[in-house]
C-alpha cells in the first residue's frame, strides 16, 4: 500500500488532533446489533443457536424480525472505525453521519466477506486454485472488487490463504489447497485483483488476508483447534501466501482464532508484530477475528476481557471485531501506562492509512448510479465467472471414454443436487440471488441436452429406487450429481468422516447395477468443498468428474465440459484421499527415513494406502499429453528447464505442466518434492510446442528454525509433468556461491 507524502501528511494532522476517545474509536469494528424481538442478548442468543436450543430456522426466523441498531450515536461521537455490511444505503447514510456529524469527519471503513464473489458469485477458492491461472484469480477478484464498492464495501474480508492439507477442516473450500508456492501465486494474483491500480474508487477495496497464520493447521482438522509447529514449518510452509501477499501491498490482515505453539493468534507478538509488521513490512492494520479478543480469555491466556485487550493492543493487533474490548477497556489501559500512547498511535495511523489510501475522505458515499449498476449481473461479471467455472472442472476418471456426451443422447439426470440452484455457490457466498444461479439441470438445458431429471436420491435423502430403475431404463446416460451440500463445508464444518454422505454410495451402487444391466452409461459428477475420500467411487465408478461449487454459472460450466464444448483442463489444487484415516494427507511431506513401500517396516497402513488416491496436480484431459525428454540448463542465476509437449489426440487442449524440486541432502529434512513453478499451455490438435520454466537459484533455500532463510549447496532433484506423482526427473548438483 503506497500513500503519497500529501497523504500521509494528512494522516498524521489528524492524529494530532484526535482526543484519546477518538483514537481509540478508530480502532472499534462494529456490526449492527440486534435488537427487539426476544428476551435475551444477542450474545447469549448466539450462544443458544451454538448450543442448539434454538434451531438454526428459529434464529433465522427471530433475525428477519428483528431490527437493527447501527450505533449511530457512537458514529457521531467519533467511536465507531468501521462497519460490517453489504447494504450500500445504509452504508451512505452511516457515513454521512462520520463525514458531517462527527468532530473530525473520519469516514468509517465499511467491511464484508466477499471470499469468491458477491453477487457474481465464482468457484470457491480451491476449484479456482486449480486452474493455475493467475491473470484469472485477479480478474475474478476485479469482479469481486467493483461489486463491492458498489455495495458500499470498501474492505473485503479476503484472500482466504490458509494453506490447508487436512480435508476435515471445512474450511479448505475457503483457500487455494495444499501448496505454499500455490497459494502464494494466488494471494498475490488477488491482492493486484482486489486492489487494483486505484484509478478510481470504483474499481478497489482493501484486501484483509486471513487467517494470520496457520489457521489451516488446526489439530485433527477440527475447526479452531490449536495448532503447534516449528519455526522452519511455519515459514516455510504458512507463511508464504501471507508474505507474498504484503508484497504485493495487501492493506489488511485478520489475526486467526487459533494458538500457535500456544500463544493465540490475536495476541501473538511474533506473528504480527515481529513478522508481518516488522520483517514484512506491513504498513497497514489487523484487525481481529470475529470475537477473537475475548476468546483470549477462554484459550487460558488472559485473566479477562480487559487483560485480553492490552495483550491484544501490544501484540499488534490494531482493531476489534465485535467484542468491544478495545471501546471498553483501553482508555484506562492507557492512562494506567499497560499500553504505551505509541502504541495506540501506531495502530490508529495504520487505520487511517488504509482509509486515506482508499479515498475515503475524498469519496465517502457510493454514487446513485454506481448502487443501481449490479442490480442486475452484468454480462462481462457472468462471463469471468463462467469461464472460471469451466476451468475449474476436473476430470479424474474416464474409463471407455464416455466423456464427452454428445446432444444426441438422452440423459438421465439424478441426485437432489444437480436441481438445487441454492447448492451452486458454495460456502462463504453472501450476495446472491436465487434467480441468477443456474443448476446443472438447467445448464444441460441450457445447452440444448434431451435431459429428464429424476428424484433419486442426495447427501439427506432416502434412496428412490422406483425412479432409479425408471432413469436407468428410460435414458442412454444416466449423470449423477453427489457430493456435499454448501453447509458442510466452511466455517464451523468439520468433518470426521469425509467419505460420500448419506446414502449416495448405495444409491450409486444401485445405478451401477442397473445401467451395467441396462448397456446404459453412468456418469459421476461432484459437487463438494473439501477433497473427499472416494476410494469406494474411484475402484466402482468409470466415470468421475470433479465439479466442486462452482458459483452462479455452475450448470452451464458443467454443461459445457459434459459435452466437450469445453475441454476440462483444472488440476487438484489438493490430494484426494482413498479413505477418512488418511488425513491429512499431502504430497509435500517431508522425506522419512522409510519411505512407505510395499514391505511392512515402512511408513504405510495395514489397511489403506499410504498415497493420495488423486494427488496434488492431477486432472485429465479428453486429448492426451506427450511429453518429451527433460532437459536442464544451467545459466548464471537460474535453472532452466525444458521439456517438449504434445497434444497426442484430436482435441485442442490445456495441459498444465509443473515442476517440482527436491532439496536431497539439507540441514534439515526437506519435503519429497515441492511445486516450484507451473505453466498453462494451450496445444492445438496434433500441434506441439517447446515448455521452458525456470526456477531462480534464489527461490531453492529455505527457512531455518531461526526463520532464516538458507540456501544450501548440495544435491537437488528437479521434476517435470502433469502431476505431483507422474514426473521425469534429474538431479543438479547446486552452488549458490
Ligand atoms: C470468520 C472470518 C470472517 C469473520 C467475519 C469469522 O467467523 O472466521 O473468516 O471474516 O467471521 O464475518
Redesign the pocket.
Given at each position: 500500500m503506497k500513500l503519497t507524502t500529501e497523504q500521509m501528511e494528512k494522516v498524521e494532522n489528524l492524529l494530532s488532533q484526535m482526543t484519546l476517545d477518538e483514537k481509540i474509536g478508530q480502532t472499534n469494528l462494529e456490526?449492527p446489533s440486534i435488537v427487539g424481538g426476544f428476551d435475551v442478548s444477542f450474545e447469549e442468543l448466539i450462544e443458544m443457536v451454538n448450543d442448539g436450543r434454538v434451531s438454526q430456522d428459529e434464529f433465522k426466523k427471530i433475525m428477519s424480525t428483528a431490527s437493527r441498531d447501527y450505533h449511530e450515536d457512537d458514529i457521531r461521537a467519533g467511536l465507531v472505525g468501521g462497519m460490517?455490511g453489504d447494504d450500500p444505503v445504509k452504508a451512505n447514510e452511516l457515513q454521512k453521519i462520520a463525514v458531517e456529524e462527527s468532530r473530525l469527519g473520519i469516514p468509517l471503513i465499511m467491511?464484508?466477506?466477499v471470499?469468491h464473489g458477491l453477487r457474481t458469485v465464482y468457484p470457491i477458492a480451491i476449484a479456482e486454485a486449480g486452474t493455475f491461472d493467475p491473470e484469472l484469480f485477479e480478474r475474478t477478484a476485479q469482479v469481486a472488487a467493483k461489486e463491492s464498492r458498489a455495495s458500499g464495501i470498501e474492505w473485503n474480508?479476503?484472500p482466504?490463504i490458509d494453506v490447508a492439507r487436512d480435508a476435515r477442516w471445512g474450511?479448505v473450500s475457503?483457500g487455494p489447497g495444499e501448496d505454499p508456492y500455490l497459494a502464494s501465486c494466488f494471494a498475490k494474483a488477488k491482492i493486484r485483483g482486489l486492489q487494483n491500480d486505484q484509478s478510481s474508487t470504483e474499481n478497489y477495496v482493501a484486501a484483509?488476508l486471513?487467517?494470520y497464520v496457520a489457521?489451516g493447521a488446526c489439530e485433527s482438522g477440527r475447526d479452531y483447534n490449536t495448532t503447534s509447529m516449528s519455526v522452519s514449518q511455519l515459514h516455510n510452509v504458512y507463511l508464504p501466501p501471507f508474505k507474498a501477499a504484503v508484497e504485493e501491498g495487501a492493506a489488511s490482515a485478520?489475526a486467526?482464532?487459533n494458538d500457535l505453539n500456544g500463544v493465540p493468534c490475536t495476541l501473538n507478538p511474533y506473528t504480527l508484530r515481529d513478522t508481518l509488521k516488522e520483517r514484512y513490512k506491513m504498513n497497514g492494520f489487523v484487525v481481529s477475528?470475529?470475537?477473537g479478543i475475548v476468546e483470549c480469555v477462554t484459550h487460558g491466556i488472559a485473566e479477562d476481557a480487559k487483560d485480553a485487550g492490552i495483550q491484544s493492543m501490544n501484540a499488534g493487533l490494531d482493531m476489534d471485531?465485535?467484542t468491544h474490548i478495545y471501546k471498553e477497556y483501553l482508555k484506562e489501559a492507557i492512562e494506567t501506562g499497560k499500553v504505551s500512547m505509541e502504541v495506540l498511535d501506531d495502530a490508529v495511523r495504520r487505520i487511517l492509512m488504509v482509509k486515506m489510501w482508499l479515498g475515503l475522505f475524498e469519496n465517502p458515499y457510493v454514487s446513485e448510479k454506481n448502487i443501481e449498476k449490479y442490480k442486475t449481473l452484468p454480462e462481462e461479471h457472468v462471463a469471468v465467472s463462467l469461464e472460471a467455472a469451466k476451468k475449474s472442472i476436473v476430470l479424474l476418471k474416464n474409463e471407455g471414454q464416455v466423456l464427452p456426451l454428445n446432444r444426441k443422447q438422452k440423459i438421465s439426470l439424478v441426485g437432489t443436487l444437480a436441481a438445487n440452484r441454492d447448492e451452486v455457490c458454495g460456502a462463504?457466498a453472501m450476495g446472491w440471488k436465487s434467480e441468477d444461479c443456474v443448476s446443472i439441470w438447467e445448464g444441460l438445458k441450457n445447452s440444448g441436452a434431451d435431459v429428464a431429471y429424476y428424484l433419486c436420491g442426495g447427501p439427506e435423502d432416502e434412496i428412490n429406487e422406483d425412479e432409479i430403475v425408471k432413469a436407468c431404463i428410460e435414458g442412454d446416460v444416466v449423470v449423477a450429481v453427489i457430493g456435499e451440500l454448501v453447509n458442510m463445508t466452511g466455517?464451523?464444518s468439520s468433518k470426521a468422516n469425509i467419505e460420500m454422505p448419506g446414502k449416495q454410495r448405495q444409491m450409486m451402487e444401485s445405478l451401477l447395477e442397473k445401467t451395467k444391466a441396462a448397456g446404459k452409461s453412468l456418469v459421476t459428477v461432484l459437487m463438494n468443498g473439501r477433497p473427499l475420500g472416494l476410494g469406494w467411487e474411484d475402484a466402482h465408478l468409470p466415470v468421475i468428474v470433479e465439479a466442486w461449487h462452482l458459483g452462479v454459472q455452475m450448470g452451464n460450466a458443467v454443461a459445457a465440459v459434459l459435452f466437450g464444448d469445453e475441454n476440462p483442463s483444472a488440476k487438484l489444487a489438493s490430494s484426494f484421499p482413498s479413505m477418512n484415516g488418511q488425513c491429512p494427507i499431502y504430497y509435500n511431506h517431508p522425506s522419512t527415513g522409510r519411505p512407505g513401500s510395499k514391505s511392512k517396516f515402512t511408513s504405510r497402513y495395514l489397511d489403506a494406502p499410504f498415497e493420495a488416491l488423486y494427488p496434488f496436480g492431477y486432472g485429465l484431459s479428453y486429448t492426451t499429453f506427450i511429453y518429451g525428454e527433460m532437459q536442464v540448463e544451467e545459466t548464471a542465476d537460474t535453472y532452466d528447464i525444458r521439456v517438449g509437449l504434445k497434444n497426442d489426440g484430436e482435441r485442442d487442449g490445456t495441459e498444465i505442466v509443473q515442476l517440482y524440486m527436491q532439496d536431497v541432502t539439507a540441514s534439515l529434512v526437506r519435503p519429497v518434492k515441492e511445486l516450484k513453478g507451473f505453466v498453462r499451455v494451450d496445444l492445438k490438435a496434433g500441434e506441439e510446442k517447446k515448455v521452458t520454466i525456470s526456477l531462480a537459484k534464489a527461490d531453492m533455500g529455505f527457512y531455518d528454525n531461526q526463520g532464516t532463510y538458507v540456501l544450501e549447496d548440495g544435491l537437488f532433484r528437479l521434476y517435470i509433468g502433469g502431476n505431483s506423482r507422474d514426473c521425469q526427473c534429474r538431479e543438479v548438483r547446486a552452488s549458490f556461491k
Open positions: 456490526s460490517m467491511g464484508y466477506d471470499i474480508f479476503a482466504m474450511r475457503e484483509c486471513k487467517h489457521y485478520m486467526s482464532f477475528d470475529a470475537n471485531m465485535g462463504w466455517e464451523a
